[in-house]
């Protein structure tokens, strides 16, 4: 049974850094899409960023282009998502996660993934 656990959350002051891994256990990453997506109090979960199977695509939410960094290392099973010049805004849950099927098309909607992590808190707070 395929497992995702999230962690590097915490809280951090506005400017500051972050990174999250996303690690995998019961199942190879290796042929999957992951998403990192997020969810900030009385609002709907939102795509943050995916990276393709291999590496080679990557794609980024607007909000946090330039800023966040995603990359995957397949021999640790391990997705990871370095966040720099942390917002207010950026405050939310933050999850991974990927669907069943492998060699998927990287896209930002939470339709379509199907394992999900329990997530990590970020707070971006002064």
């Known amino acids: 049974q395929l497992q995702l656990v999230e962690s590097g959350g915490g809280l951090v002051q506005p400017g500051g850094s972050l990174r999250l891994s996303c690690a995998a256990s019961g199942s190879t990453l290796d042929y999957y899409t992951i998403g990192w997506f997020r969810q900030a109090p009385g609002k709907e979960r939102e795509g943050v960023s995916c990276i393709s199977n291999s590496g080679d695509v990557t794609k980024y939410a607007d909000s946090v282009k330039g800023r966040f960094t995603i990359s995957r290392d397949n021999a640790k099973n391990t997705v990871y998502l370095q966040m720099n010049s942390l917002k207010p805004e950026d405050t939310a849950v933050y999850y991974c996660?990927?669907?069943?099927?492998?060699?998927?098309?990287?896209?930002?909607?939470?339709?379509?993934?199907?394992?999900w992590g329990k997530g990590t808190l970020i707070t971006v707070s002064s």
């Open positions: 996660s990927l669907p069943r099927r492998p060699f998927s098309p990287c896209l930002l909607s939470p339709n379509g993934m199907d394992y």
